[in-house]
């Protein structure tokens, strides 16, 4: 058959990915992870489930919330977060945003969602103090710092660049302890995957915990999931833990609530729906995947959020 004229070649096709090339992947690890974890159906008295979501105060229809993500969304125009929010809030659900502007912030706070801004770990604390302060002016629900981007893959602080507000780096107990007493708004930690920085937060005083690999940033990482359960039991009931990374159905979000997590945060699974449809595309798929979740309670004798019996959940083992 002849070729068609337009057809491009790949000079690439059949050669093989260089050796080691997908070793301690950690998005494949955790999708591992997620896939043995199945779950033990139970009918007998089920009800309707209830998707109420309460959170620092405030009551949302969904316990799955937007992941932070900051303005290099492909697609993204001027305007983009605000849009993102607005899908958000006509959901009845969280908006976390990635380190943005503080304008852009404001903008996306003003459609009146409910928002969550994760700082990043700067150098200069002088700068991280402004930025909270902001986002208390915004109305935020609360504050997030990703504590696990003060170093880069070769163990040097991340470059000021892209960041506007300088370099990152690691963060101290101390430090933790010292936004907390910084503002009212609550202080959530992302990045933490052990009991040990868990701790350390709880110690500080922060309220709540996202335990997160950051999109597969770092290789090996132990699943969210996998870690979830010890570090339910070491902090206890009354910080929120949020999970994310790979969470693509409400199957995914339901085993992080059975687990132990109070809410979710998901974000790459948003880019598809908002780059097609905007807001009402980021509408629609958080309303999905919480309908999703919402069959899969109904199907276990989950009847609230506060509910869902841990046993149900089965560790493949063969
Ligand atoms: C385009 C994009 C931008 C992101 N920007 C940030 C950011 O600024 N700060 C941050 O803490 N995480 C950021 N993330 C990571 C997400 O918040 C989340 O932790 C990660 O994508 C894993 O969740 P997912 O599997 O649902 O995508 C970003 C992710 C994407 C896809």
């Given at each position: 058959?002849q070729?068609?004229?337009t057809?491009?070649?790949?000079?690439q096709?059949?050669?093989?990915?260089?050796?080691?090339s997908?070793?301690?992947?950690?998005n494949?690890?955790?999708r591992?992870?997620?896939?043995?974890?199945?779950?033990?159906?139970?009918?007998?008295g089920?009800?309707k489930?209830?998707l109420?979501f309460?959170?620092?105060?405030?009551?949302f229809?969904?316990?799955?919330?937007?992941?932070?993500?900051?303005?290099?969304v492909p697609?993204?125009?001027?305007?983009?977060m605000?849009?993102?929010?607005?899908g958000?809030?006509?959901?009845g659900?969280?908006?976390?945003?990635g380190?943005?502007?503080d304008?852009e912030?404001?903008?996306?706070?003003?459609?009146?969602v409910?928002?969550?801004?994760?700082?990043?770990?700067?150098?200069?604390t002088k700068e991280?103090?402004?930025?909270?302060?902001?986002?208390?002016?915004?109305?935020?629900?609360?504050?997030?710092m990703?504590?696990?981007?003060?170093?880069?893959?070769?163990?040097?602080?991340?470059?000021?660049?892209?960041?506007a507000y300088g370099?990152?780096?690691?963060?101290?107990?101390?430090d933790l302890?010292?936004?907390?007493?910084?503002?009212?708004?609550?202080?959530?930690?992302k990045?933490?995957?052990?009991?040990?920085d868990?701790?350390k937060?709880?110690?500080?005083?922060v309220?709540?915990?996202?335990?997160?690999?950051h999109?597969g940033?770092?290789?090996?990482?132990v699943?969210?999931?996998?870690?979830?359960?010890?570090?339910r039991?070491?902090?206890g009931?009354?910080?929120?833990?949020f999970?994310?990374?790979?969470?693509?159905?409400?199957?995914?979000v339901?085993?992080?609530?059975?687990?132990g997590?109070?809410?979710?945060c998901v974000?790459?699974?948003?880019?598809?729906p908002f780059r097609?449809?905007?807001?009402?595309?980021v509408?629609?798929?958080?309303r999905?995947?919480?309908?999703?979740?919402?069959?899969?309670?109904?199907?276990?004798?989950?009847?609230?959020l506060?509910?869902?019996?841990p046993s149900?959940?089965?560790h493949?083992?063969?």
């Amino acid at each position: 058959m002849q070729k068609n004229k337009t057809e491009s070649v790949n000079p690439q096709a059949g050669v093989p990915e260089p050796l080691g090339s997908d070793c301690g992947d950690s998005n494949r690890i955790t999708r591992e992870y997620l896939d043995s974890l199945l779950i033990e159906y139970r009918h007998i008295g089920s009800r309707k489930p209830d998707l109420k979501f309460e959170l620092f105060g405030d009551c949302f229809q969904t316990p799955v919330m937007l992941g932070g993500m900051a303005a290099m969304v492909p697609g993204m125009h001027e305007g983009g977060m605000a849009e993102l929010a607005r899908g958000v809030k006509a959901a009845g659900g969280v908006f976390w945003s990635g380190f943005i502007g503080d304008d852009e912030f404001a903008r996306a706070a003003a459609t009146g969602v409910r928002a969550i801004r994760i700082i990043k770990p700067l150098r200069d604390t002088k700068e991280i103090l402004c930025r909270i302060r902001h986002d208390e002016e915004c109305g935020a629900l609360a504050f997030a710092m990703d504590i696990d981007h003060g170093f880069d893959d070769n163990g040097e602080y991340y470059p000021a660049v892209p960041h506007a507000y300088g370099e990152l780096g690691p963060k101290t107990e101390e430090d933790l302890r010292m936004f907390v007493q910084a503002t009212r708004l609550p202080f959530i930690a992302k990045g933490v995957l052990s009991v040990y920085d868990s701790l350390k937060c709880v110690h500080a005083g922060v309220k709540g915990l996202l335990l997160s690999h950051h999109k597969g940033e770092y290789k090996y990482a132990v699943p969210p999931l996998m870690v979830l359960p010890e570090i339910r039991k070491a902090v206890g009931k009354d910080i929120k833990i949020f999970v994310d990374c790979g969470l693509v159905t409400g199957m995914d979000v339901f085993k992080a609530l059975a687990l132990g997590a109070d809410g979710v945060c998901v974000a790459r699974p948003f880019m598809n729906p908002f780059r097609m449809e905007g807001a009402g595309g980021v509408e629609k798929k958080l309303r999905q995947m919480t309908l999703e979740l919402a069959g899969v309670m109904a199907k276990t004798g989950s009847a609230d959020l506060k509910n869902i019996d841990p046993s149900v959940i089965i560790h493949k083992s063969w």
